[in-house]
Each structure stands twice: as structure tokens, then as C-alpha cells.
T-cell receptor, first 117, second 114 residues
């Protein structure tokens, strides 16, 4: 079965601190994709990044960076120099390519990040 | 380029009533997904369409739920004989190409059962 675990339910930091959100996944598929989404208080899920299972290169986009480690089945997300606007719930998600998954997303329970000024 | 649009934003109804939600995907997207999200949880997959064909349904989708996408454009999700447990945010998403492309979500329809 496929599963995504985000062990951190809530994290609170002060502005300009760095913060890492953890994501651990389980899948039997050899080809799969991982995603991060942001859900601000307004409610709309915003796509942040997609990573396929064959590409273990870390990625950086501005203050955001992602660390994909297949050996530990983890896909962690780091925000550098956090800002109040980063306050949101962040979801990690997994999709399979075979075995009937057909592209539906399996989400973790989310990590609520609060950045205080 | 308009995003995914959902209507209504909020629906309040009495238990036992039928409700229908509409989703308009991004115009060039051939895949359309429905999810349900309850408080403090991540979205849970309900069903998805490729063009007008409904290709997969979750076990969460009981017989009281039905979804359509008659012309491969907009989709509707109907819940018959609503129950208290149906109270949730219903999210629609769309994507292009294969099933592994990023899904773009609408604002959702919040259903409240009295």
C-alpha cells in the first residue's frame, strides 16, 4: 500500500529562522512522483514542486529547497529565512505510475507552519 | 489563463437532501480529479476522469455519490441523501498530459450538513 507520513503536526518559528518539514513515504512502485503543496489560510492548494523517483538531485528555488533521499524514502522541504507569508499547511503527496494508482495523489496529513514576526 | 473554478463555494443543507457541485477545470486539461478534505487531514482521493471517461473510483465513494463529466469539460459531483459525515471540503483538481503532471486545485466547495 502507498502511504505518506508527515510526523510534524505543527511547527512554530520566528521570522528569519530556517525550518525543515519532514516527509516519509511508502510505495512498492519503482516509478513514482512526489509533490509538495502549500495550503494557506485562504484554502486553495498551491503546487510547489514535483520530483520523480529517478531524479535524486536536490532542488533549490529561491528560499525553498527539497532533499530527496530514496534510501530513506524521504522528501524533506526546507524554507530558509522564513517569512510570515510562509505560514500555511504544507502537504507532501505521492502518486504511482503503475499498479492501478493512475495518477491520483496520496497526501500526508500536513504540517501546519506558523511563522511569527 | 483561468484556474480551476468550483461552484458553489459553500453549501449548507439539511441531512437527507441531495446536493450537486460543479467544477470547471483549466481548459486544456484532460484529467479532472475530485478529492474530499476534512478538518486537520490531507485531501483524500474520490474519483478521476480522463476526458469524459471515469477511470478510477475510491472506496470512499459510496453509492450515494456520483460524478459525471459529460463532454470532457466541466464535471459535477452529486451526493444523494446527505449524512452528517459528508460534511467536508470537496476539492476539484485538473491536470494535462499523463497522470503524473502536477494537479492544479480549485478553491473547493465546503459542505455543511445541518
Amino acid at each position: 500500500a502507498q502511504k505518506v507520513t508527515q510526523a510534524q503536526t505543527e511547527i512554530s518559528v520566528v521570522e528569519k529562522e530556517d525550518v525543515t518539514l519532514d516527509c516519509v513515504y511508502e510505495t512498492r512502485d519503482t516509478t513514482y512522483y512526489l509533490f509538495w503543496y502549500k495550503q494557506p489560510p485562504s484554502g486553495e492548494l498551491v503546487f510547489l514542486i514535483r520530483r520523480n523517483s529517478f531524479d535524486e538531485q536536490n532542488e533549490i528555488s529561491g528560499r525553498y529547497s527539497w532533499n530527496f533521499q530514496k534510501s530513506t524514502s524521504s522528501f524533506n522541504f526546507t524554507i530558509t529565512a522564513s517569512q510570515v507569508v510562509d505560514s500555511a499547511v504544507y502537504f507532501c503527496a505521492l502518486t504511482g505510475n503503475y499498479g492501478g494508482s493512475q495518477g491520483n495523489l496520496i497526501f500526508g496529513k500536513g504540517t501546519k507552519l506558523s511563522v511569527k514576526p | 489563463d483561468t484556474g480551476v473554478s468550483q461552484d458553489p463555494r459553500h453549501k449548507i443543507t439539511k441531512r437527507g437532501q441531495n446536493v450537486t457541485f460543479r467544477c470547471d477545470p483549466i481548459s486544456e486539461h484532460n484529467r479532472l480529479y475530485w478529492y474530499r478534505q476534512t478538518l486537520g487531514q490531507g485531501p483524500e482521493f474520490l474519483t478521476y476522469f480522463q476526458n469524459e471517461a471515469q477511470l478510477e473510483k475510491s472506496r470512499l465513494l459510496s453509492d450515494r455519490f456520483s460524478a459525471e463529466r459529460p463532454k470532457g469539460s466541466f464535471s459535477t459531483l452529486e451526493i444523494q441523501r446527505t449524512e452528517q459525515g459528508d460534511s467536508a471540503m470537496y476539492l476539484c483538481a485538473s491536470s494535462g498530459g499523463t497522470g503524473n503532471q502536477p494537479q492544479h486545485f480549485g478553491d473547493g466547495t465546503r459542505l455543511s450538513i445541518l
